[in-house]
């Protein structure tokens, strides 16, 4: 909890009475009741964004020796007053007490005595913080918007709140000459949780549906997350779906600040999305275009479609004309080659390495110099290359590389179905330590998907 930063501005005081003392101990039921005042960090946002309106309800805990859990407080004319009893110091004390408060408030929420807070039903394998998938209300918005303070006091001290920030906040603007309206706007690829033990996020991305905020403006906030590469999704009144993907690298979304990402939307539908991020850090600037989405979209329709085994042969495999079996998995955005090499010495049909698409998507690049995940007999295996030239006895070919890439071309029938590879004029090698290299297959390897 103590990495969470905040940030963006934002202030109100609240008021409260002074109690009456005598010599340190305090006179009457009246003079045990704590009173509390609150603020709103400097450059921080609240859930309306200028401050806490009436109504809005405060979770505040006093740990060791009061122990009050959890105790409802709400904002009302500039004041926070308690639901019920409220806090009280206890008679004669004279330690100091650690008061947490949560906005907003829950219930079954809970603060245990080493500051770590989550929901009671759930410890200890609670999130730090979780916002609403859907914000495009304003109480999924608020509820989201969440904040946090905590502060020490003795005995007969107004204790001063001052509330920060646990999420970053993301305004969508967009210049739409389109002419018709936009009815929705998502912000996808995101996490929707950070977790409290691990400090990182859940692992899950989902789709935060952005709350209303003007013309052609939205607004959402997600949990601190980094390395995201979201896509901003847009619906119109004509039942149309734009969607623009990140071209310019990953986001890191910082708890307090704000990130202004302004789109112009147009016949083209290939403008460029730039993101200011406020404040208060140096300026970055992320892009977003529809024509990288669809080009992403595309990737994953081709990945999904080379999938399969395949029957490989090549010219030179330990013995002339040799065929065995690969198979093509994807991997998230990758894909892996199962058993491309066929050898039962060394290798199993478990022997993988990674392939990429070219970015024209008319090949695969397969890096050298990867190892592979199954091992001989303990012994990473590295995927090499050999460039050959049957005009030269084969103690004179080309040195092993590590280097570079080996290139796959996809070969596609008369009716654009994925039938095959060709491995181009680079030849397989792969490199065992202690063993050398082993596994020769020359160029002239290909490989037809099996029929499915």
Not at 55 to 71: E, F, K, Q
Not at 106 to 132: K, Q, S, W
Request: net charge negative; proline share 3%.
């Amino acid at each position: 909890m103590k990495k969470l930063i905040m940030i963006i501005a934002s202030a109100i005081a609240v008021f409260a009475s002074c109690s009456r003392m005598e010599r340190g101990i305090f006179t009457d039921a009246d003079d045990l009741r704590v009173t509390f005042t609150g603020s709103v960090g400097q450059y921080t946002l609240k859930a309306g964004d200028a401050g806490f309106d009436n109504g809005d309800a405060i979770g505040i805990t006093a740990l060791n020796p009061i122990n009050a859990d959890n105790v409802k407080y709400v904002y009302r004319d500039g004041a926070l007053v308690p639901v019920g009893d409220g806090i009280s110091w206890l008679p004669g004390q004279k330690t100091q007490t650690m008061f947490y408060a949560v906005y907003p408030y829950r219930d079954n929420f809970h603060i245990y005595n080493d500051g770590t807070f989550g929901d009671v039903a759930d410890y200890p394998d609670v999130h730090l913080i979780e916002v609403e998938a859907d914000q495009s209300s304003f109480a999924g918005y608020s509820a989201s918007n969440q904040m946090y303070g905590f502060t020490e006091a003795a005995p007969g001290k107004t204790v001063n709140l001052t509330f920060r920030r646990a999420v970053a906040k993301v305004v969508i603007s967009v210049d739409n000459k389109l002419g018709v309206e936009i009815t929705e706007a998502y912000l996808a690829g995101v996490y929707g949780r950070y977790l409290r033990y691990s400090g990182v996020n859940d692992g899950t991305l989902g789709t935060i549906k952005a709350n209303p905020d003007g013309a052609n403006s939205w607004k959402l906030v997600t949990v601190p997350q980094g390395n995201v590469r979201p896509t901003i999704v847009l619906k119109t009144a004509d039942g149309k779906e734009y969607a623009f993907d990140c071209i310019s690298g990953s986001l890191a979304f910082s708890a307090g600040r704000q990130y202004t990402l302004a789109l112009v939307l147009d016949e083209n539908v290939s403008s460029n999305f730039s993101s200011e991020v406020q404040d208060w850090s140096e300026d970055k600037e992320y892009q977003f275009d529809h024509d990288t989405y669809m080009k992403k979209k595309q990737s994953e329709a081709i990945l999904q479609e080379l999938a399969g085994d395949y029957t490989v042969s090549s010219s030179v495999y330990a013995s002339p004309n040799s065929e065995w079996t690969m198979t093509i998995i994807p991997s998230g955005s990758r894909i892996g080659f199962y058993n491309l090499f066929a050898n039962s010495n060394w290798a199993d049909e478990s022997t993988m390495f990674y392939g990429d698409l070219s970015d024209d998507l008319s090949s695969i690049l397969i890096p050298c110099g990867q190892t592979s995940e199954y091992t001989y007999r303990g012994i990473p295996i590295t995927l090499c290359w050999l460039t050959y030239d049957a005009s030269l006895p084969e103690d004179e070919q080309e040195a092993v590389g590590t280097d570079g890439y080996i290139v796959a071309r996809i070969y596609r029938d008369g009716d654009g179905k994925i039938y095959g590879l060709n491995f181009g004029d680079r030849g397989l090698y792969a490199v065992i330590e202690d063993m050398g290299y082993v596994g020769i297959a020359y160029p002239t390897i290909t490989a037809v998907k099996v029929s499915q």
